[in-house]
């Protein structure tokens, strides 16, 4: 007997800097109509999150509705009113009501520091992201992960992208200099675990996880564990979990450099180096790396749960990391 698939749920928030956007170019703006003449437009934002990191693939995607629109309109703590409206009567709406639904985006109205978020259509809201939000906008943005995979050379790719829920501009402007600076790139997400992969040597332990869409759809993502910060966790998670538990976990988005600095230079005459003259290393990482687990749920599914009854031998699949066998050797040992 098979669990029916359910949509693992999450949540993106990042806090940061409008960069690259330029409304004339495709990849930042794009309106037009689709193949069956649809308006459409689309946008991709990028943020700054930090002197090192950059978040890129911040989109959204608005079409005009074709059918009515749910509308809500609040009369007090505990009354509302709900109706339904078309796209073409959205300037009609009385005083306090807003739209609500799939396709409405939040964005902020108003100057920075005095913002109130109201709720758009995708296809309006899109514009007046592009319109109001530009370069060196300071902004905090709640999104969802979009995942897409795809096949090159017979081999299956996989992007991670971010559908924009809300905007909104910060009660002030972002200083990465300051002294109380926080970083904001974050996620918390429902994964259902694929596999795990130790490396020792680099001291990361790799998780893929699977997540569903409400489609009833899945695409693999891999996450990761720093275990020079988090070995108590990366050990907990490649211990008690296996294929088909439900996880809910929370961590950091990674993308950017890594700063270190490199050895001593053999050269010394007893001198020091001046300020901003240090040698360094620079890496490029690209990670979402858990640093918490907030649910576990054990057995959620099963292999055969993400296979037709047809496509589906009925021999499962080789459990390569059975770490509750007796016979299994402990790597933290």
Excluded at 174 to 190: C, L, P, Y
Excluded at 222 to 230: G, N
């Amino acid at each position: 007997m098979t669990t029916e698939l359910q949509q693992t749920r999450g949540s993106v928030k990042i806090e940061g800097i409008i960069v690259g956007f330029d409304k004339t170019q495709e990849n930042s703006y794009r309106q037009g109509t689709t193949g069956s003449e649809k308006p459409y437009r689309s946008i991709g934002l990028n943020a700054k999150t930090s002197p090192t990191n950059v978040i890129y693939q911040l989109n959204q995607f608005g079409m005009v509705p074709e059918k009515p629109v749910k509308v809500t309109k609040f009369k007090g703590k505990n009354n509302k009113e709900q109706f339904v409206i078309d796209y073409a009567h959205k300037e009609e709406l009385p005083d306090g009501a807003g739209v609500m639904g799939f396709g409405i985006i939040g964005v902020g109205d108003g100057e920075q520091g005095k913002q109130t978020i109201k709720n758009y259509f995708a296809y309006d809201a899109v514009e007046k992201i592009a319109n109001e939000y530009g370069n060196d906008s300071s902004v905090v943005i709640n999104a969802e992960f979009d995942i897409d995979s795809y096949q090159s050379n017979g081999e299956t790719k996989t992007t991670v992208k971010y559908n924009v829920k809300k905007i909104w501009l910060t009660k002030e402007p972002i200083d990465f200099d300051k002294e109380d600076f926080q970083e904001v790139a974050s996620f918390e997400q429902e994964i259902v675990v694929v596999s795990h992969e130790l490396d020792k040597e680099a001291k990361k332990l790799y998780v893929t996880g699977r997540l569903i869409t409400f489609k009833k759809e899945w695409n693999d993502i891999v996450f990761t564990i720093d275990l020079s910060q988090h070995e108590t966790l990366g050990q907990n998670i490649y211990k008690k979990t296996k294929f088909g538990d439900l996880l809910k976990v929370q961590g950091k988005i990674v993308n950017g450099v890594v700063l270190t600095e490199a050895p001593a230079q053999e050269f010394d005459w007893g001198g020091s180096v001046p300020a901003g003259q240090q040698n360094v290393i620079s890496s490029r990482i690209s990670e979402l790396q858990i640093t918490n687990v907030k649910e576990h749920k054990p057995k959620f599914y099963k292999e055969s749960d993400f296979f037709k009854p047809d496509e589906f031998s009925g021999t499962p699949f080789e459990d390569d990391n059975d770490n509750n066998s007796k016979d299994s050797d402990d790597i933290w040992g």
